[in-house]
């Protein structure tokens, strides 16, 4: 399983663990997102987010994935 990582106002946050969470212009969920556009992460100059009721715009390089081997 992948869990799509955020790092917001400096705290790294699970987006994956968030349902109401959206990224992109196709307001993706995340892991959705990390599939279908993940792969063209460092051609944006940032992404678009939305987050525990929250707009956020950050760089790509904020974005981690880790896959969780359980």
């Not at 956020?56 to 390089?61: A, D, K, N, V």
Request: proline content about 4%.
């Amino acid at each position: 399983m992948k869990n799509v990582y955020a790092n917001l106002l400096g705290e790294w946050q699970n987006l994956s663990a968030d349902p109401n969470c959206v990224i992109g212009t196709n307001h993706s969920d995340p892991n959705t997102w990390w599939r279908e556009e993940g792969h063209e992460l460092f051609n944006y100059d940032y992404i678009n987010l939305h987050f525990r009721g929250q707009d956020f715009r950050i760089h790509p390089s904020f974005i981690q994935i880790v896959t969780d081997k359980n």
